[in-house]
């Protein structure tokens, strides 16, 4: 029992240096590089509006319409890394404003339901959930051939409650356990045990897949 809780506590340790190194690369990339993209887009937007030349002022919107593309892909890549909105705006609004870049990003449609009046949550509990979330989305993305993705956040009295679920073609989790490609699996779980929250995940071909999430709410 002693060395499960020793391995518990270096597991978390682990995860929140990770996190903070994270952190760190995006603000770098938001408040650097993004920056500085964004300053080339105003300036070629300025270009742009004052050449006469046709082939210049094509060249120019060009030129300005990769660097938008690529300052969007900037801040999908920065999302990924680490969300910097997550402390500001709590783990629902956070989790929207990614959901927007998402769905630019694989076409797949979002619903998002809130039942019960949110908690604030600590921010090692919140970037656990975010990172679950995220994982659970992008596989979504990769594996499901899914148009809609549903998610429902229900706070209730001790515990937060979250259900991620689509309608795609889903798959034999008996299968997947006996291939042994459930790492991605086992990483989830494992991360939401840490803050003694459970997570179950339920699927069958051609019949979608469902995750439920549930974490203690300490008061």
């Not at 979002?110 to 090692?124: A, I, K, P, R, Y």
Request: charged share 25%; proline share 1%.
């Amino acid at each position: 029992m002693e060395s499960h809780a020793v391995s518990k506590r270096v597991t978390s340790y682990i995860i929140q240096a990770q996190e903070e190194e994270n952190k760190r690369i995006a603000n770098e990339l938001h408040d650097g590089i993004a920056q500085t993209l964004f300053s080339i887009f105003t300036g070629l937007q300025i270009i742009e509006s004052g050449v006469e030349q046709k082939e210049i002022k094509k060249f120019t919107r060009e030129l300005r319409q990769q660097t938008e593309r690529t300052i969007e892909e900037l801040r999908w890549l920065s999302t990924e890394i680490y969300p910097l909105s997550l402390k500001k705006l709590g783990l629902v609004s956070a989790l929207k404003s990614y959901l927007k870049i998402y769905t630019s990003t694989f076409g797949i449609m979002t619903q998002v339901e809130t039942v019960g009046e949110e908690l604030s949550l600590s921010e090692e509990v919140n970037i656990t959930l975010f990172r679950v979330l995220q994982e659970t989305l992008n596989n979504t993305a990769r594996y499901a051939d899914a148009s809609q993705v549903r998610l429902a956040f229900r706070w209730e009295s001790d515990r937060l409650h979250i259900s991620i679920e689509d309608e795609g073609i889903g798959f034999d989790l008996e299968e997947v356990f006996a291939s042994g490609n459930h790492l991605g699996l086992d990483s989830m779980k494992q991360r939401v045990e840490l803050f003694s929250g459970t997570f179950h995940i339920y699927s069958e071909k051609e019949k979608g897949c469902r995750t439920d999430i549930y974490v203690p709410l300490v008061k």
